[in-house]
Each structure stands twice: as C-alpha cells, then as structure tokens.
C-alpha cells in the first residue's frame, strides 16, 4: 500500500481533489487508504459546529461502506497519527490532501510534511475549497487586492475549473480496508454522536445539500437579490453548513447556479461566492488579522470590554428586538441570517463599542457554518478595521433596519416570544408602548422585555468620536 489520502473537512467522493488526484497516479492493482484524524485537542464538545461536523463525518462514513470504502479513524495528534500509519503501513510513498492555506491547518500540514519527508514520503496539495485560490487572484506585481470589486473583475475572468462525477474511485477493490486499525477510533467518533449535545442527524448529508441547492437555484435564486435581506423568508441557499464541510462541491454549486438562466438573483449569488474566496485571499496574506485589526490606524483603538453588557448581547437582551432575535436564532439554531450578522455585529461593535474579537469568538463557538476567515472578514467589516469594510461613519440603525427588513415583525415573535402579543406598531420599539398598553400586550418593559439597553442616536455619537479619535 504505497498511497494514502487524508481527509480533514472534505466529506463527499465526488470531485474530491485529493482523491480525484490520487486515481491519477495509482497502478490498476493498488489500494489507497483513506484516513481521519480524530484529533481530541480540537474538539469543542457541546457546541453546534461541533456536534453538526461529527455527524456529518458519520453520515459520510456511513455512506462509504454503502460503496465498499473504509475511512479509516485515527486517535492523537496528527503526528501521532501518522507515525501509527507508516509504523503499520512503512512502504507509503505519496500522501494526497486538500491543501490548508491559513490559520492553524497551515502549521499543521507543515509539521506533518517536514515528518513524512524524512521517511521519504512525498506530500500532493490540491486546492479543492474555493473556485479560485488565494494565489490565483492577485495584482500584477503578484500582490493582493485589498479591496473587493477591482478584485471581483480579475475573479469573474478566471475560467473555474469544472464540476467532476468521478464515479469511478467507488468500489472496495481500489481502497485498503483494515479494520483493526480503526478501532479505537471508530469507538471515540460513536461515543462523540451518542452523546451530542444537539441532533442534527436530519441536516448534514450530500442528498440534503443537493436537495437543497436545487431548490434554491430554481425557486429562490432568480429573486435572491431581493429575498436574502428579509429574515423571516428562506430565502438564502442554506449551503454554508455543507460548503463548511465539504459535503458538497464549491464547484458543483457554482455550476449548477451559472448554468441557471441569467438574472440579477443569479448574479447576486455568484458574487457571494466571490466574497468567499476574497476573504479567504485575505486570510491566506494577511494571518494576523485574526488577532488585530488590518488597518493599522485602528490597532490602536480603546475598546470596551464590558462583560455584562457583552452578556446581554449574547443572550438577545439588549431591548432592540431585531438584535435580540438574531442572537436568539443564533442561540437556538447555530445559525444566523446574514442580515443579522451585520446587524448584531454593528450593534456590538459601534452601540456597545466592545471589542470585534469577542463578538467573533462567540460566533465561533456557536456557527454551524463558522469558517475563520469569512467570520473575521465579516467581523472587520462590520467594525469598519478590515479590508474593504463599512466606513466608520456608517452606523446601523437597529430600528429604522427592523422595520425595512422585517415590517410586520414576523421574524422578530417567532425567535423573541415574550412580544408576540405586541401589534406591529410597536413591534419595532416597544418601550415605547404606554404602562396600559403594555399590560393589554402582555409585555411589560423591565420585566418581561428589557428596555433598551443604550440610546441609539447617543451611541452613534459615541462611535463616531470613538474613531475619530484612533
């Protein structure tokens, strides 16, 4: 057995780099052993990113045995769990992946590739996640674009690589199948789901997210520039989850979706997916915007760092129901819609002032979907200290926002109870509902909805100072 694949966030066969790559170089006769590292230093047991990621890899690895395939599930540190494989398997000569190209996944693939060299075994990187790398888009003096849209024109001229059914690598006669070695594993990966915290059995899979983008592409996408702003309506794709995870191909979406007929729904969706790889670009060039902000005039910046204001943000009692909606959807579901990432992330950078990284991390902690680099691309954005971002003195109203995007407050009663009762006149602002009528609504302000907790008009003031000052 001389060739190994080694799978990290890529649950699906199909146009799969790594392995597609790995059939290339394979002699009619040889097994490929496909393997996981179930790395415990990573876990983050109890929240929703990892319980959906768990029962994803299960779903996937269920699906393989349909095919004959074995995934192999090795325990420890992936140095560990690589001096395990070539302790049982020293003839491996090449090892395929799809290649990390920031954050901790760099540090890790460098550790291990520096390791395998020295028992003489090649490393093959594919680059699979996004339909143009962080290199493939840059200035001509090889430098990169700071700025979305000159970027987004050299995107659009780069011819994407096509959409792959490789049908072929399904069957046990091409993959190495040892049971023995993935005992341990199999063991860890079943006590992780047996005693997940949230069940997402029901979402993660290639059928739902295929179900999914079909449904989009024809009934949603062609009015998408319109429905992806209002929150109480489906209407976004829903494939950030399987895009996360690899459950689905970038490059199936993207095909299926251009191949659509045209539309500024269309065009507004390709874009997004853009949006993705530039933040990813940024990510790549830029590593330490994860810690500080990427312009440097703001590094300086005094934020708060009000652990009870900070709370009442996280558990949607700010007393701005379209902010105290989002962070409950988010509480409840993992998810949030991308209108209310902007909103609630503007509500805690620029209302409370608190720092960007903390709003970041607890995006972290609870996304289905968290991808670190459009997390702090969104995050820098939404404070105004990253590439591309929102002027300083562009300051979301909570309000004057809640009543555009949700006018008649659907969105709002269906994640903020305590204001069902509440008419749409007021829905927007309830304190400002008369002591008579907040009886006769059954929310009383103070006590069974919070009053705001700042003046809008008078934090803006702040804001504004607060950069000024930088």
């Not at 023995?180 to 949230?198: A, C």
């Not at 949700?406 to 309830?430: F, Q, S, W």
Request: proline share 4%; charged share 25%; hydrophobic share 35%.
């Amino acid at each position: 057995m001389k060739q190994v694949v080694w799978l990290r966030e890529e649950f699906r066969l199909m146009d799969n780099q790594a392995i597609l790559e790995s059939f290339k170089h394979k002699a009619e006769d040889e097994k490929i052993l496909l393997f996981f590292n179930l790395n415990p230093a990573q876990f983050l047991e109890g929240t929703y990113n990892h319980d959906y990621f768990f029962q994803a890899l299960l779903k996937f690895i269920e699906y393989l045995k349909t095919e004959g395939i074995r995934m192999h599930l090795i325990v420890g540190t992936p140095l560990e769990a690589w001096q395990q494989l070539i302790a049982t398997y020293p003839t491996i000569e090449t090892v395929f992946i799809n290649e990390a190209t920031a954050g901790n996944g760099v540090k890790r693939d460098l550790e291990v590739t520096a390791m395998l060299e020295k028992f003489g075994i090649k490393v093959k990187a594919c680059q699979d996640r996004h339909l143009c790398g962080p290199h493939a888009v840059l200035k001509k003096d090889g430098t990169p674009y700071r700025v979305f849209t000159p970027y987004y024109r050299q995107w659009q001229a780069q011819v994407k690589r096509p959409y792959t059914q490789n049908h072929s690598v399904k069957g046990e006669k091409h993959w190495e199948d040892n049971q023995t070695l993935s005992e341990k594993g199999d063991r860890l990966l079943k006590r992780i789901v047996d005693e997940k915290k949230y069940d997402m059995s029901h979402l993660v899979g290639y059928e739902r997210a295929a179900d999914l983008l079909e449904r989009f592409v024809h009934k949603v996408m062609p009015q998408y520039q319109e429905t992806r702003d209002i929150p109480a309506l489906f209407g976004t794709s829903g494939l950030s989850p399987y895009i996360k995870t690899g459950e689905i191909s970038i490059r199936q979406i993207w095909q299926v979706a251009n191949d659509a007929p045209d539309s500024l729904g269309k065009e507004t969706f390709l874009k997004e997916l853009a949006w993705r790889d530039f933040y990813h670009m940024i990510d790549t060039w830029f590593p330490k915007q994860r810690q500080e902000e990427l312009k440097e005039e703001y590094q300086t910046l005094a934020w708060r760092h009000d652990e009870k204001a900070f709370k009442q943000w996280q558990e949607g009692m700010t007393g701005y129901p379209i902010i105290d909606a989002g962070m409950r959807q988010l509480a409840t579901t993992g998810w949030m819609h991308n209108r209310l990432r902007m909103l609630t992330a503007s509500f805690l950078t620029k209302d409370l002032l608190i720092d960007w990284r903390w709003g970041a991390r607890h995006f972290e902690s609870y996304l289905l979907d968290y991808d670190p680099a459009s997390n702090t691309g969104g995050w820098q954005w939404a404070a105004s200290t990253g590439t591309d971002a929102v002027p300083y003195f562009r300051i979301f109203n909570p309000t004057t926002q809640s009543e555009r995007y949700d006018a008649k407050g659907t969105y709002i009663r269906r994640y903020v109870p305590e204001l069902r009762h509440v008419p749409d006149a007021y829905i927007h602002e309830p304190a400002k509902m008369s002591r008579a009528e907040q009886q006769r609504y059954q929310c009383i302000i103070g006590e069974d909805y919070p009053a705001p907790m700042v003046n809008h008009k008078e934090a803006r003031e702040r804001a504004l100072d607060f950069f000024k000052q930088s």
